[in-house]
């Protein structure tokens, strides 16, 4: 059964300071694999996917992510955070066959601090 | 930009009404999902549809019921409301896609609070 663990379900970072944000996932075949932000009060936006070639994926808003499969992971990162960036970030992993359904992480908050 | 839609953003209603909770798309996607999500916790899909007539239940036990007669409509309703129910309800879609890896689009949100 393919599975997400987000670790660490608050991250915080001062302002300037790198982002990472840590995503583990399990699965038996080749994952597609996204990184969604979600503001308060609305709904989530895709930030970046990882479907097939380029391992490095870059995103919206100045962030990246790199598939790992040796290490079964897709972390998300960004060189500088700001203010805005602030807000809750989902990993998913979309299942095998062609469902569309996605599996979620746990969530991690993003505090920004001046 | 995508162009997902959920009516109402905010509902507080007492125990025992019934009330549907709307979503429409007009991107003409052919798969639309329902998810449940508390606060801080993550998505957890609660009905999906492949398509016009098709529904299914997700993966986590839902009393809601949903419909699919429209392509862009996507209504899920509960009959008798209950505090248990108090979260918030997603409303996603998404274009089928050969090989799989599809974006999911999202709505706002409804906020339901049930007392």
């Known amino acids: 059964a393919q599975s997400v663990t987000q670790l660490g379900s608050h991250v915080s970072v001062s302002e300037g300071a790198l982002v990472l944000l840590r995503c583990n996932y399990s699965s038996s075949v080749p994952p597609y694999l996204f990184w969604y932000v979600q503001y308060p009060n609305q709904g989530l936006q895709l930030l970046l996917k990882?479907?097939?070639?380029?391992?490095l994926v870059k995103g919206i808003n100045g962030f990246e992510a790199e598939f790992k499969k040796s290490e079964t992971s897709f972390h998300l990162t960004k060189p500088s955070a700001h203010m805005s960036d602030a807000a809750e970030y989902f990993c998913a992993v979309s299942l095998s066959g062609n469902t569309g359904k996605l599996i979620f992480g746990q969530g991690t908050t993003l505090q920004v601090k001046p | 930009e995508a162009d997902i839609y959920q009516t109402p953003r905010y509902l507080v209603i007492g125990t025992g009404k019934k009330i549907t909770l709307e979503c429409s798309q007009t991107m003409g996607h052919d798969k639309m999902y329902w998810y449940q999500q508390d606060p801080g916790m993550e998505l957890h899909l609660i009905h999906y549809?492949?398509?016009?007539?098709?529904?299914e239940k997700g993966d986590l036990s839902s009393e809601s019921t949903v419909s699919r007669i429209r392509t862009e409509h996507f209504p899920l309703t509960l009959e008798s409301a209950r505090p248990s129910h108090t979260s918030q309800y997603l409303c996603?879609?998404?274009?089928?896609?050969?090989?799989?890896?599809?974006?999911?689009?999202f709505g706002p949100g409804t906020r339901l609070l049930v007392l």
């Open positions: 549809s492949y398509g016009v007539n098709s529904t």
């Open positions: 996603a879609s998404s274009r089928s896609k050969t090989g799989g890896g599809e974006t999911q689009y």
């Open positions: 990882y479907t097939t070639g380029a391992t």
